[in-house]
């Protein structure tokens, strides 16, 4: 089945950038619906970005500040997440996870995603 790694987090200072990974084993994303979470201390999972091939990506989060960006390589493998301008609020838990569905115009919800990474931690301090 879908197997999915997630990498590229580590300390970051306060207006620095970092590109997240998320290599899938097991089966090309061609058919999935890829979504990136994060979950900072004490707080809930929330979803920041989605896509899949039936459209553009779609943020979870009615206000787009810009700073985030997903994407997928050409051989539809691995997923990325961009992000720029980092803030020590944005330290959490990355995760990439998936769902064999095509979305169009909304992201799913965390519960119906099926498959899931470990995660990957962003520290951002100074």
């Known amino acids: 089945q879908l197997q999915l790694v997630e990498s590229g987090g580590g300390l970051v200072q306060p207006g620095g950038s970092l590109r997240l990974s998320c290599v899938a084993s097991g089966y090309t994303l061609d058919y999935y619906t890829i979504s990136w979470f994060r979950q900072a201390p004490g707080k809930e999972r929330e979803g920041i970005s989605c896509?899949?091939?039936?459209?553009?990506?779609?943020e979870y989060r009615a206000s787009v500040d810009g700073r985030f960006a997903i994407s997928t390589d050409n051989a539809q493998t691995t997923a990325f997440l961009q992000i720029n301008s980092l803030r020590p609020e944005d330290t959490a838990v990355y995760y990439c996870?998936?769902?064999?569905?095509?979305?169009?115009?909304?992201?799913?919800?965390?519960?119906?995603?099926?498959?899931w990474g470990k995660g990957t931690l962003v520290t951002v301090s100074s």
């Open positions: 896509l899949s091939n039936s459209g553009p990506a779609t």
């Open positions: 996870a998936a769902v064999n569905r095509l979305y169009e115009g909304h992201c799913p919800t965390y519960g119906e995603m099926k498959y």
